[in-house]
Structure formats: structure tokens, C-alpha cells
């Protein structure tokens, strides 16, 4: 997987491939959007989870371009076999990796404390709307972490549970994308 590696490095070269790192490390290439209204964490219709569905897929499609190129990444905590409370987190989510076909790509030291790391998992796949809907609900139920990035451009679109990180290669593009979808922006101050 040296291509992921290198195309990580290309677009994010001082920068670990894990999602919640990205907003501190690029703030002023970053934005978040909140994925229901007055910033509702968790979806308890399918009403909402249809609007969930909807936000997420509009905003990957303009961030990532529907049928491009693109990584979908995910990490996991490498661990160190003495921890018991996340172990079952850790197999299940491992197990999701597994059926995306995703494949271990490297280890790199957890910013927080560089005694800890984490696995990083990658596979290059075409962002299509509505492809990655049962993965998205997986995301929103905060069952799994997964972020996707474009090959061409290095964007990011991280969706969490409650809404989705985004990462742009310019400021003009996330202006433009703010004030596009301006009824979906945090209302917290710095934009959490």
C-alpha cells in the first residue's frame, strides 16, 4: 500500500491519517457540518437518518466528486493486549475493515502519547452516492470511524456521529462550500 502511503504524504505530508487529528493540524482548511438540525447528535427516526443520508452524501459528493478516485481510510487503536474495555470495540471494528477489504497499510504513534499507536487501513475505491450508505449509518450510530479521501485533490470527508469534518485544499473552497450549505454549519464557537 506504498500508494496510499505516498499520496497521504503528498497532500498531508506533517499529519496523521486519523480523522479527529485533521481540524487541529489544518484549522484553516477546515469545516464541519452538522449531519441533523439544531445540531441533534443521533438520528431516532428514519426520517432522520434519511436526512443524515442525504447531507452526508451531498457534501462527499461535492468535496470528493461523485465517480472519482478516492481512499477510504480507517484506524485503529494498535493496543498492547493488557486494555479489556475497548477489546471488543476493537474486534468489531477490525471486522468492518475486514469486510470493506481494507488492508493494514502502517503504524503510526498516537499524537496524544507516542508510547501508544495506531493501525491505519486503507483501500482506493470510487466515492458514488449512495454506495457507502450502510457504512454512513454505521458512522452516525458511532459503531465505526472511516474518512475518505480524494486521490486527485487530497480533500477530506470525515463523517462522525453528529455531523462531518471536511478538509479542503484552499480557504476559497471552503468559504465556497460554507456559505453553500450555510443552514448546516456548527452554530458552537470555533465550529464544534
Given at each position: 500500500m506504498d500508494q496510499f502511503i505516498s499520496t497521504w504524504q503528498r497532500f498531508h505530508q506533517n499529519t496523521a491519517p486519523i480523522d479527529y487529528i485533521l481540524k487541529f493540524d489544518k484549522t484553516d482548511?477546515?469545516?464541519r457540518f452538522h449531519s441533523l438540525p439544531e445540531s441533534k447528535?443521533?438520528?431516532?427516526?428514519?426520517?432522520?437518518m434519511s436526512i443524515i443520508l442525504h447531507r452526508q452524501n451531498t457534501v462527499a459528493g461535492e468535496v470528493l466528486?461523485?465517480?472519482?478516485?478516492?481512499?477510504?481510510?480507517?484506524?485503529?487503536?494498535?493496543?498492547?493486549?493488557?486494555?479489556?474495555?475497548?477489546?471488543?470495540?476493537?474486534?468489531?471494528?477490525k471486522q468492518y475493515f475486514q469486510r470493506?477489504?481494507?488492508t493494514k497499510v502502517q503504524r503510526v504513534p498516537n499524537p496524544d502519547d507516542p508510547e501508544l499507536a495506531y493501525d491505519i487501513f486503507a483501500i482506493r475505491v470510487v466515492w458514488q452516492q449512495g454506495t457507502f450508505d450502510a457504512l454512513l449509518r454505521a458512522i452516525a450510530n458511532d459503531e465505526l470511524r472511516i474518512m475518505w479521501m480524494s486521490e486527485q485533490t487530497g480533500a477530506i470527508f470525515a463523517p462522525y456521529d453528529g455531523g462531518m469534518d471536511i478538509i479542503l485544499p484552499n480557504t476559497e473552497e471552503i468559504q465556497a462550500l460554507a456559505r453553500s450549505h450555510s443552514d448546516w454549519l456548527s452554530s458552537y464557537p470555533g465550529g464544534y
Open positions: 482548511l477546515w469545516l447528535r443521533y438520528a431516532n427516526t428514519d426520517e432522520e466528486g461523485d465517480g472519482t478516485l478516492c481512499w477510504m481510510i480507517g484506524h485503529l487503536y494498535a493496543g498492547d493486549g493488557t486494555e479489556s474495555g475497548d477489546d471488543a470495540w476493537r474486534q468489531e471494528t470493506c477489504n481494507m
